[in-house]
């Protein structure tokens, strides 16, 4: 009979192993790896449950604001929904791979979500980018915090499909500020369009200089980053800014030492999907990601 408990010190070598098996679908518990250098994970932000067949670790689940599976089958999604069916729900979303994302999500009464991903091509690149980088793509600075929090705000809502800041705007400027100060943050800002002319004053109404592009290392390990949080100015969209964009990122993010850039996507997002493409993504797998 399968059990669930928390994972041990004695396990580490164990997860190190399994994570390397699949680094793009795992690279979340590799970054938080490489900074605990335990299993043993715990924290008001969530700790990570193993599922036991005897004495033997066969799964690992980071159980917190999201939960994410890692080697995980239907009968261990069956021993995990058991308890978090018992303790209520309290996590956000569900993320990883796609069918085992779903066949968990069937098996727990936390209600309706408020929105299924159930289908989102991963991606990577482990090369130069095939196209030329945009040069005025750069690290974003706090000064530029105003017109990127803007742009956050807006990929955020058009994403997710609500404002991060419908209870007000303090945790998710927090949030943009500290992804901008860790270095996290690449974007092409400006005050003019690439074809010349001012910017319309959107979505940052209140200033010349706007948001072109944007991306932000959502997820950084020692040799895999996952970008999160592409966006492009509705005004330059489809004219190739976020390809050269994209591939601003990937040329500085291999540069500074990680030479593998991963990202996820939903299917329906062709236009997005193409850009990749032409930049030198390739699939490696499908998520699923449950909102609740």
């Known amino acids: 009979m399968l059990r669930v408990t928390r994972l041990g010190h004695q396990h580490t070598g164990w997860l190190k192993s399994l994570l390397a098996l699949n680094p793009c679908e795992n690279v979340y518990l590799i970054a938080l790896l490489e900074v605990t250098g335990t299993a043993q994970m715990g924290s008001p932000a969530g700790s990570l449950l193993g599922v036991f067949d005897g004495d033997q670790p066969v799964a ?32 956000c979303s569900l993320i990883g791979s796609r069918e085992i ?3 968990l999500h069937s098996r727990l009464n936390w209600g309706r979500p408020r929105g299924v991903r159930d289908r989102q091509p991963l991606l990577a ?8 980088p945009d040069e005025a793509v750069h690290l974003v600075t706090v000064e530029q915090l105003p017109a990127v929090f803007s742009a956050s705000v807006d990929m955020f809502t058009n994403e997710v499909g609500f404002s991060p800041i419908e209870s007000g705007q303090s945790s998710y400027l927090a949030r943009v500020r500290n992804i901008i100060r860790g270095k996290n943050c690449f974007a092409r800002i400006s005050d003019t369009l690439p074809q010349g002319g001012p910017v319309r004053r959107w979505p940052a109404t209140d200033q010349a200089e706007q948001v072109l592009f944007k991306a932000d290392i959502g997820i950084r390990a020692p040799r895999i980053v996952q970008v999160q949080g592409v966006w492009v100015h509705p005004d330059v969209r ?28 939903n299917d329906y997002n062709e236009v997005a999907l193409r850009m990749y493409t032409r930049v030198g993504f390739e699939q490696v797998g499908t998520f699923a990601t449950i909102m609740y």
């Open 125 to 132: 690149i482990s090369s130069d980018p095939l196209i030329e």
């Open 238 to 265: 489809q004219q190739g800014l976020g390809a050269a964009g994209m591939a601003a990122v990937v040329a500085q993010t291999r540069a500074a030492g990680h030479p593998t850039v991963s990202l996820y996507a």
């Open 101 to 103: 994302i779903l066949d």
């Open 60 to 91: 690992a689940y980071w159980v917190g604001g999201n939960i994410i599976p890692v080697a995980a089958t239907s009968g261990t999604n069956q021993a995990l929904a058991q308890k978090l069916n018992a303790d209520g729900r309290y996590s």
